[in-house]
Each structure stands twice: as C-alpha cells, then as structure tokens.
C-alpha cells in the first residue's frame, strides 16, 4: 500500500463557519423599481400585448363566424385553425414563426413574428368566446330581425353582437390580463420587452432575485390596472341593461323594439 506522502492533503477550504452571503439586496431592489429602462419594456409588454388582442379579436370574430357556417368548406378550416393553435404551446409557435419560417422563405423580424404569433394564437381562443357569446343571444332575435327585414350583417351588429359582448366582455379581459402575462414569451426570441430587459439586467448586475422580483411587481401592476379597467367597461355595460329586460319577456319585447325603431330610421 502506498505511503500517504505520495498524496498530499487537499489545501483546507476557508473558514465561512457563521459567515452567510447575502440573500437579499434592497439597495438594488429599490433602485430598480423606478428604472426608466425597465418602464420602457413594461411599456413595450403593454404594446405588444394591446396590438396582439386587436389581432386576436378580428381573427376571432371572423373563425367564430366561418365556424357556425353550415357550409364544411367554411366551417372546417376555422375548425382546423382552432384546433392547431389551442393545441400547441404558444412558445413553440414564436419558435417556428422567427426561426421556422426563414427555411421556407418566409422571413419576419422579431416585431413582427411576435405579433403574428400572439395575435393568431390569441384569436383561436377568442374564437371560441365569441362563438359561444353569439350562441347565447335567443334564435328569437334572429327571427325577429329577419321579420323586419333587415340582413343577416345588419342582424350581426345592430341585434346580436351587442347582446353578445355583455356575455363576452368578463372573458375577454381575462384574455388580455393573461396575454399582458403570456407577452413575456416573445423574450425567447430576443424580443426586449420587460422580461428580456430584466434577462439582460440580471446578466450585467447578478442580481437574480432582486430584477425578477422587479418585474414580477411590473407585471403585477400592469394587471391590476387592467383589472380597474376591466370593472369599469362591465360597469359600463351592465348599466346599458334596463330593468324592464330582467323577464324574458321583456327582454324580448325590448329586442324587438329596438329591431323596429332601427328599421324605422
């Protein structure tokens, strides 16, 4: 067996017996709280997530439409849309949309890819909302729409859609609060918004629980603001429902009131 002198001893590691690194930096914490560069990427967070709902809604009210078509080649790509984009996460379609689509000649900036991204993913889950907050609205509506003569795109907005956006208001600004927390994926494709701002940060200051703990408190706010928001627009709209509509019966006479009186002027 060989001597110990053949294996000298490892060097002793320094004595931090009761000394602790620092858990929690609050110096950092508070200075980044009011940080103009990161209020420029909550800014950029909330930019993208308004633009990305526009598109979601206007490519959600026209697959809700294509989806209660009775004719199959109509219904059926909406269904097809529907299903593929619910059914795949949204990280994995930025992915494909910014480094994907290049190999096939189709090129889009970071901007772009994240909006083509949460928009049309955006709208297949809108889609299905407004297609049940149209269900919703009674067959009499549409009968007593087409009694008065009036076509089916008057019917859709002048009868339908405005009794369906009571019904889907709630869910949709559920939808924009989670898509303001959701935008935080566009990161992974080198999009700045405030996660990524806060990635880069981190990589400069290493202060990792400090930054994070920054963004989520701008995070936190942009959806508690939006929350204020959203009670109002209910409000708003809760208040444009008269109590004669609290019967069905009533509700439907006012319906067709207001059918006839837009038939009349």
Excluded at 6 to 32: I, K
Excluded at 148 to 172: C, D, H, N, S, Y
Excluded at 203 to 218: H, I, S
Aim: some cysteine; hydrophobic content about 50%; glycine content about 8%.
């Amino acid at each position: 067996m060989l001597s110990s002198a053949f294996y000298p001893a490892e060097p002793d590691a320094p004595n931090t017996r009761g000394v602790s690194p620092p858990m929690w930096d609050w110096g950092t914490f508070l200075h980044y709280i009011y940080s103009p560069y990161l209020l420029v990427g909550a800014a950029i967070s909330l930019g993208i997530s308004t633009a990305a709902m526009l598109i979601g809604l206007v490519l959600g009210v026209i697959a809700a439409l294509m989806r209660m078509s009775p004719r199959w080649w109509i219904n059926k790509p909406a269904s097809l849309y529907v299903w593929l984009f619910r059914g795949t996460p949204v990280l994995v379609q930025l992915i494909i949309i910014y480094t994907g689509l290049p190999q096939v000649g189709i090129s889009l900036g970071v901007l772009a890819s994240t909006l083509v991204g949460l928009g049309v993913n955006e709208g297949a889950y809108l889609a299905e909302i407004i297609r049940a907050g149209i269900a919703s609205v009674p067959k009499g509506q549409f009968e007593a729409a087409r009694a008065v003569g009036m076509t089916w795109p008057k019917t859709m907005q002048v009868v339908v859609f405005p009794q369906a956006f009571r019904i889907i208001l709630p869910p949709i600004g559920n939808a924009f609060n989670g898509l303001m927390k959701t935008s935080s994926l566009a990161s992974a494709i080198s999009m700045e918004e405030l996660l990524r701002r806060t990635e880069l940060l981190v990589q400069v200051k290493f202060k990792v629980l400090e930054l994070f703990c920054v963004a989520a408190l701008y995070y936190l706010v942009l959806t508690t603001l939006w929350g204020f928001v959203q009670s109002w627009l209910e409000a708003r709209a809760s208040r444009a429902v008269t109590p004669l509509q609290t019967s069905p019966a009533a509700k439907s006479l006012n319906i067709d009131s207001a059918v006839l009186s837009h038939d009349a002027s």
